[in-house]
Each structure stands twice: as C-alpha cells, then as structure tokens.
C-alpha cells in the first residue's frame, strides 16, 4: 500500500533556495570581516609617505620613533603628554649591491 503524499506549494523549493543563499551571504561576510580585522584585506594604494622604521620603548610612557617622511629621516621622543622632535636628517640612499 502507497500512503498519500500531497503536492508542495510551488513556493516551498523556492524558499528553501533563498534560504541557502541567505546562509552562503552570511559565511561569505563573516570570512571577509574576519579577514580584515586579521589585516589580510589591506590594499596598498601607492607608495606610503610615512613609515615608522623603529620603535624602542625607553621606560613607562617613554618612546623614541624613528619615523621615514618624504625623503627625510624624524627622531621623535614620545611620553604620555607629547611628542618632541628630536633629530631630523635626510634618509640615506640605498645603494645596490651588483657585482661588476
């Protein structure tokens, strides 16, 4: 004996669709949001200006940043109230190194 099965609606399958494309949005912008607050999104776009070449904490509060700007090297002292200039000088010119 076959037991009686009645028609879907026409919408049900098209429901069901529009529920995986929902869900496959979902996962697809989670994985772009996690990439880029992982920073794997960022775009170079140009050659930067500012570069902080280094970094070196002197104690609580205290920082010396070597910064690279146009050209130009910055040595700038950093406490919790403010920034000083330290030094500036123009950035050396990389050489390079081929063999003659």
């Given at each position: 004996?076959?037991?009686?099965?009645?028609?879907e609606?026409?919408?049900?399958?098209?429901?069901?669709?529009?529920?995986?494309?929902v869900?496959?949005?979902?996962?697809?912008?989670?994985?772009?949001?996690?990439?880029?607050?992982?920073?794997?999104?960022?775009?170079?776009?140009?050659q930067?200006?500012?570069?902080?070449?280094?970094?070196?904490?002197?104690?609580?509060?205290?920082?010396?940043?070597?910064?690279?700007?146009?050209?130009?090297?910055?040595?700038?002292?950093?406490?919790?109230?403010?920034?000083?200039?330290?030094?500036?000088?123009?950035?050396?010119?990389?050489?390079?190194?081929?063999?003659?």
């Amino acid at each position: 004996m076959i037991p009686f099965k009645a028609d879907e609606p026409f919408w049900t399958p098209l429901i069901q669709a529009l529920v995986i494309v929902v869900v496959l949005c979902a996962i697809a912008l989670a994985a772009l949001w996690a990439a880029q607050r992982r920073g794997a999104l960022k775009i170079p776009l140009g050659q930067r200006r500012l570069r902080v070449l280094e970094r070196l904490v002197l104690g609580r509060g205290c920082t010396l940043v070597l910064i690279e700007y146009d050209g130009r090297r910055i040595l700038v002292g950093q406490t919790a109230q403010m920034f000083s200039l330290l030094d500036s000088a123009p950035a050396p010119v990389e050489r390079s190194t081929s063999a003659l």
